[in-house]
Nanobody, 127 residues
Framework: QVHLVESGGGLVQPGGSLRLSCAAS?????????IAWFRQAPGKEREGISC????????WYAQPMKDRFIISRDNAKGTVYLQMLSLKPEDNAVYYC???????????????????WGQGTQVTVSS
């Protein structure tokens, strides 16, 4: 069982940046292979942003997110980050991280592949 805690959300002006953190704890062993970031805006479906395989650093981005979002990891801290640049009002959402043990080498943004989810952190982009 993996316990995930997101942090770093908040209020930011359009054009600003935020870095979200996802702290993962799973006991003596890392029983997950990938961490992904998703977001959900009010009235919309949850959408994938990016994922990273924590074993080999493979990353994948949803096409609309590639230019402004950067995923990275610090295995020593058990933390995955999402750097968000040039934020827009349409980026308003609750951002979630999730863990998967399905993919051995890569990762995907298929929601059903992720069994463990954090509680989410709110990002509000407004002037």
């Amino acid at each position: 069982q993996v316990h995930l805690v997101e942090s770093g959300g908040g209020l930011v002006q359009p054009g600003g940046s935020l870095r979200l953190s996802c702290a993962a704890s799973s006991g003596p062993t890392t029983d997950y292979s990938a961490i992904a970031w998703f977001r959900q805006a009010p009235g919309k479906e949850r959408e994938g942003i990016s994922c990273i395989n924590v074993k080999n650093n493979y990353t994948w981005y949803a096409q609309p997110m590639k230019d402004r979002f950067i995923i990275s990891r610090d295995n020593a801290k058990g933390t995955v980050y999402l750097q968000m640049l040039s934020l827009k009002p349409e980026d308003n959402a609750v951002y979630y991280c999730a863990a998967s043990s399905v993919a051995a080498r890569g990762c995907s943004l298929l929601i059903m592949a992720y069994r463990n989810w954090g509680q989410g952190t709110q990002v509000t982009v407004s002037s």
